[in-house]
Every structure is written in C-alpha cells, then in structure tokens.
C-alpha cells in the first residue's frame, strides 16, 4: 500500500505536470517569450506581491528582453522594457488598441454606491468619473494654473514661517507632507478646505494604508476594517463642504465638478465620495517627492551650498516691511535659474519613480511585425527599468547623479516619454505635473534659504523603501528621517528677511 505522503506527492506532480503543460500548450511562439517559471501561473504573481515594481526590474536586468510574457491565472502580461517598443504602443495609431485600465481608479477606492457608479459610467463612459478630464482642463496649462499655483505658494509660506520655524526636531518627510497637504488642497478647496481640520488630514493619513486593500484584498471590510472608518470621516468633512456651499469659494475646477455630477444625477454625500480620487491625486506623490528631493540635497553639501547660490538668482526687489526690508524672490522663475535644483528634481523623480503604466490589449495585434500579442492581455510599462536602463542612461543609470541632465543626452530623454516617464506618458500623462512639480520647488526652495536640516543621527542614512505601494507614482520612505529644523545662521541669510512671490509684479533687480 502506497502511504499518504506518497499519494499526495504523486498527486502534486501530476497537477504541476498538467499546470506546465497547459502553461505552453497555451504559449504562442510569436508571441514575446515566456520568462522561464518554476510554479507554473503562479511564480509571477508572487514575485510581484513580494517585490512589488523590483521584481519586474530584476527580470530586466536577468533577462535583457525588449519585451516578454508573465502568466497569471486567466491573465497574460505583457512587460515592455524597449524605448522603441514603448513609443508604438503609445503611438497615436494605437490609442484605441492599447487602453488605459485605470481610468476609473477613483471608483475603486471611493466608496461609491452602485447606483453612483452607473450613474458615472453612463455620463462618461470608458472616462472613468469627469474627475481627470476637469484636472486636465484646468491644470494642464494657463492662467487657471498659474491662479492655483500662486495661492499655493502663499499658503507654504505661511505654514512654513509659522509651522518650520522652532519645531526643533521633526520627521522630515511628515513635516514637507503637512506643508504640502495644506498648500495643495488649500489651493483647491478654497478658505473651507476639509484638510485645514486636522482630525480630517488624520483621517486622511490613516485611510491611505487601506487603499492596497481596496484595490487587492478580497475582503477589505475585514482587512482594513479601520482605514475604512478613516474614509468615512474624510468623506463626511466633504459631505459637510458640499452642503453648506462651501465648494462655491473654491478653484473653479471643483464646483464645475459637483455641478457636472449633480446633473448626472449624484447627490453631494456620493460626490463627497468621488473628493477620495481628487485628494489622492494631490496627496500621495507629492510629498514623497519633495522628502526625497531634500533628503539628496541636504545630504550633499555641495549640492545644497549650489541650490542655495542659484536661489539667490531669483531675488527681483527689494521690499519695505514692518520690520524693515525683505529680499523679494521670484519663485516661479527656479526652472529657468536653478540648474542644479531642477536637474536635482528631474534625478529624484528618475531615480525613485515606481511608476508603472498599464494598458489592455483591445483586440490581437502583432507588434513592429514580429511580437503576437492576444486580445484581452494587460500590457505593463514599468517606468523604473526604463529610467534604470544602462541602454538609455549609461553606466551610471542606477546611480543618482543630477550632473547627467546638464549633457545633451541626458536632456534629450528628459523630453523623450520612452526614457523618461515619472508622469506617464500620451493622452493620460500627469496633468498635474506642473502644478506638484512648481510647488514641490517652491516648497523645497522656501525651505532651503530659511533653515538649516540636520539628520539627528549625525548623519544622513537613505531610508529603504521595501514597503512602498505598488499603486503609487513615487515610493514612501519605510521609516521617516528624524531632523533638526533651525533658522538659518550662516552669512547669507541669518539677518535676511524673505518675502516669498510666485510671479512678482516686476521681472527686474532693484
Ligand atoms: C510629483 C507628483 C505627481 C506625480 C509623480 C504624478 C504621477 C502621475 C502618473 C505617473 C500618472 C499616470 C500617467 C499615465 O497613465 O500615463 C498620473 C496621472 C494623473 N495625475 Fe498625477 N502625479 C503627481 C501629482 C498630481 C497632482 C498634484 C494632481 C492633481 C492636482 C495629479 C492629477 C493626476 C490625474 C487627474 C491623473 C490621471 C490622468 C488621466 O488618466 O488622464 N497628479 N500622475
């Protein structure tokens, strides 16, 4: 008699055996190759749950494909590493062949009832909820802005003379994510803006853990049982908002919005539901940019002494105040006069970004003659093997150094979506990329000609960013970076008063 244990053994063989062979049986030879697999539909998926974007950098790096196959039960995914490939499969030719998976992402997360969500799919179709085509509309470019950009920056500069000055020691990643949250959906929200509560930015910190789970879990009210109570206050704050009025004193994107929805039927408490996809938007990569941003450049003495030099290019006048004068700073001139801090910024986003792109197969095409790909597959552009790609950006690709946005070839990828991606890319690229990127600047510019940042541990230690979300553009640090926050004491700027602009009157030096 054969035993148990020899049974089952026989048993898991012969299921592993037919696992591998339907594996290929079901594998084109045209299409891109099968990365090699142990556990037959599963190994990937499990590769990524632990590795998350790295997974797919390591098969980059291993295998060296322009393009390959993964296999997931009932679902095929198609990695693209080659700039060449990357740029067809965004081509306008193949905007209907190749689409956007995540355009309804809010609706994911958000809590929307199902009729809401009919509701929206009936309004805006295969456009998720109106809530990306108002962003474009309105941040994308032009006064509109230039409006919300510059009522940002007024915001950090109060809440930094107010709220960096003799805090001593901070985190340093939590205290830029406060400053920001505050400018941004200030900006947004207008005078009644919910996060200027801070039990509803609390609320907001401990919603966002539960997202993953909303996305992933199969049971998120077990799973993340408190960050949906979280979700349930930031929600009412809006419900609150949208009810007393008060979204009529706010940028004109956000009562356009409600006004849109309410037309289509939603009642403020599902359209303060649909403010989760808004405030994710602005609170999620931000912040995390701008931490690591200062992290590299205080951490490098000559790149913080060179940031500092450049920002005094930005001084336009001279001012009176009440305590006599300040020095007048241009911010939204940094782009055009802080090499350094831009290339600085442009290298964290490279450097950091977990950006991943995904798209579905519309029907079966062939790719630049040569690679099947099957109706229904996921195609997945993970931007950080391009940004680490030693083809695109050399040897040192997997190193940080700004100083390779100062060659011409490292200028021409900044402009090039197939080598540079940290917003995305085509119809769905980030359009609020100029609004974060101008005041993450601002922020990180205020910050460094006013204070000085030391690591309490003496000195600077990269945090690791192992647990970062998969869903998010940029990773969190896992652990933030205790500092000392002091006034700053050096020549330059002990008794120097700023006044901070974005946008001054005058373009020039008196
Ligand atoms: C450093 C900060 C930010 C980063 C790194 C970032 C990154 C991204 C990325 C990678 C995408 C996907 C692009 C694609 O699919 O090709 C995206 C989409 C989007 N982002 Fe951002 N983002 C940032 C800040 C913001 C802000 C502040 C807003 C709004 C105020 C915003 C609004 C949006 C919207 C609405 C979309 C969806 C666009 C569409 O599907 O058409 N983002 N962002």
């Given amino acids: 008699m054969p035993s148990t244990l020899a049974i089952i ?59 390959h196959t993964l296999r997931m039960p009932f679902q095929r995914i198609y990695v693209i590493n080659a700039p060449q490939l990357i740029q067809v499969v965004q081509s ?46 309105y941040l994308a470019s032009g006064l509109d802005l230039h409006a919300a950009t510059r009522t940002a920056v007024e915001k950090l500069t109060v809440g930094i003379r107010c709220g960096f000055a003799g805090q001593g020691q901070v985190g340093l990643y939590d205290a830029l994510r406060h400053q920001l949250c505050l400018a941004l959906t200030g900006a947004i929200y207008g005078a009644e803006n919910p996060y200027d509560d801070p039990a509803v930015e609390a609320s907001w910190l401990e919603f966002v853990p539960g997202i993953s789970h909303l996305l992933y879990s199969p049971f998120p009210s077990l799973t993340a049982h408190k960050a949906l109570k979280a979700r349930a206050r930031v929600i009412k704050a809006f419900q609150n908002y949208f009810e007393t009025g008060s979204h009529m004193q706010a940028f004109a994107m956000i009562p356009e919005m409600f006004n849109t929805n309410a037309n289509h039927g939603l009642p403020p408490s599902e ?21 690591w941003l200062m992290f590299h450049i205080a951490s490098d003495p000559d790149v913080l002494r060179t940031c500092r030099e450049e920002l005094l290019n930005l001084v336009v006048k001279e001012a009176d105040t009440p305590s006599g004068k ?3 700073v241009d911010l939204s001139n940094i ?13 964290t986003l490279r450097y950091h970004s977990t950006v991943i792109n995904i798209k579905k197969v519309q029907h079966n095409i062939t790719l630049v003659s040569e690679y099947s790909l099957k109706k229904g597959a996921i195609v997945m552009i993970p931007g950080t093997a ?11 690709a997997s190193e940080f150094d700004h100083k390779r946005f100062f060659t011409p070839a ?23 990329r100029h609004f974060s990127t101008s005041v993450v600047l601002s922020l990180v510019a205020m910050v460094l000609l006013q204070f000085d940042i030391e690591p309490v541990q003496g000195q600077w230690q990269m945090p690791t960013k192992k647990n970062a979300d998969m869903w998010n553009a940029m990773p969190k640090p896992d652990q933030d970076v205790p500092v000392n926050v002091r006034r700053r004491v050096d020549k330059d700027a002990s008794d120097t008063e700023w006044k901070l602009v974005w946008g001054a009157t005058t373009g020039e030096k008196e």
């Fill in 92 to 137: 306008k030719t193949n905007l209907s062949t190749f689409v956007p998976t995540l355009l309804d992402f809010g609706m994911l997360f958000s809590g929307l009832n199902r009729t809401s969500k009919d509701t929206l799919t009936k309004a805006y179709g295969a456009h998720g909820n109106g809530f990306t085509k108002s962003v474009h509309r």
């Fill in 386 to 396: 391009v940004h680490h790609d030693t083809n695109i950006w050399g040897p040192s």
């Fill in 410 to 432: 490292g200028r021409k990828n900044l402009s090039n979506t197939a080598a540079y991606r940290p917003f995305g890319a085509g119809t769905t690229m980030c359009p609020g």
């Fill in 326 to 328: 300040a020095k007048v």
């Fill in 335 to 347: 782009r055009t006069q802080c090499s350094t801090l831009t290339a600085m910024w442009h290298e």
């Fill in 271 to 291: 359209a303060a539901k649909l403010e989760m996809a808004t405030s994710l938007a602005m609170l999620s990569s931000g912040a995390i940019s701008a931490f």
């Fill in 9 to 67: 053994t026989i048993a898991l063989a012969i299921v592993y055996g037919i696992l591998y062979a339907v594996l290929y049986a079901t594998q084109s030879n045209s299409e891109p190759r099968l990365i090699p697999t142990t556990i037959p539909f599963l190994d990937s998926a499990i590769g990524i749950a632990r590795h998350k974007v790295d997974y797919l950098v390591s098969l980059r790096r291993r295998y060296g494909l322009p393009i």
